[in-house]
């Protein structure tokens, strides 16, 4: 079964630009989190979607939003991006079984703002 | 969890050794703990998880420690090799139902062949 999977793998942006970033999920999975990963701040929990609805969600300004597509694919959007905001954006997928979920992250996208 | 900062604290081990690796968790309500390890320019990867019902839970070459008394999880690698050369995290997550984990500063793991 494949992985979780994230485009691009690279991105290079200017201050006050946005993005967006994307994730497939494992076959199957129907819950998408996304996390920023710094070397200041470690691993963060941005938000997570199930069913097309966020359903959880870190502590981010809305300039960070997300949003689930029927076929539980994932995007992440990012507007005017500050100098901060250059990190590894990771996905994770999960499927609920025998009462636990485990979360599966793909490569990430690694996001670059000058 | 703690904010991880610029210098990791590293593990060296030779190979063949076994590996401890320790976590201090922040939330005594968590019920739920994982470790994964992340090798450079990769995502983090699933080694073990253990519920908070559980104090012990074996996988092959890991065992995962649970001391809720003082909220530390352990991993231990047996036999460790080169490939295990990574950064270890563990994450706790209060219920299944958020799904929102929280991740530890992570330890580099170094192995010497």
């Known amino acids: 079964k494949a992985g979780v999977t994230q485009t691009p793998r690279y991105l290079i942006k200017t201050r006050g630009q946005q993005v967006t970033l994307s994730c497939s999920p494992i076959?199957?999975?129907?819950?998408v989190s996304w996390y920023q990963q710094t070397p200041g701040q470690g691993l963060q929990f941005l938000f997570e979607?199930?069913?097309?609805?966020?359903?959880n969600k870190g502590n981010f300004p809305g300039r960070f939003s997300g949003r689930q597509f029927s076929n539980s694919r994932s995007e992440m959007n990012v507007s005017t991006l500050e100098l901060g905001d250059s990190a590894l954006y990771l996905c994770?997928?999960?499927?609920?079984?025998?009462?636990?979920?485990?979360?599966?992250f793909g490569p990430g996208t690694r996001l670059l703002v000058l | 969890g703690e904010s991880v900062g610029l210098h990791l604290p590293t593990l060296s081990v030779q190979e063949g050794d076994n590996s401890i690796i320790n976590c201090a968790y922040s939330?005594?309500?968590?019920?739920?703990f994982i470790w994964y390890k992340q090798e450079s320019g990769k995502g983090p990867q699933f080694i073990i998880d253990?519920?908070?019902?559980?104090d012990k839970r074996q996988g092959q070459r890991v065992t995962v420690l649970l001391n809720k008394t003082v909220k530390h999880l352990s991993l231990q690698i047996a036999a460790t090799q080169p490939g295990d050369s990574a950064v270890y995290f563990c994450?706790?997550?209060?219920?299944?139902?958020?799904?929102?984990?929280?991740f530890g500063s992570g330890t580099r793991l170094q192995v010497q062949p």
């Open positions: 994770a997928s999960s499927l609920l079984r025998m009462g636990e979920e485990t979360q599966y």
């Open positions: 076959s199957g999975h129907r819950s």
């Open positions: 979607y199930f069913s097309e609805t966020q359903r």
């Open positions: 939330n005594s309500a968590s019920d739920y």
């Open positions: 253990i519920r908070s019902n559980m």
């Open positions: 994450a706790e997550n209060l219920d299944t139902g958020r799904r929102a984990l929280t």
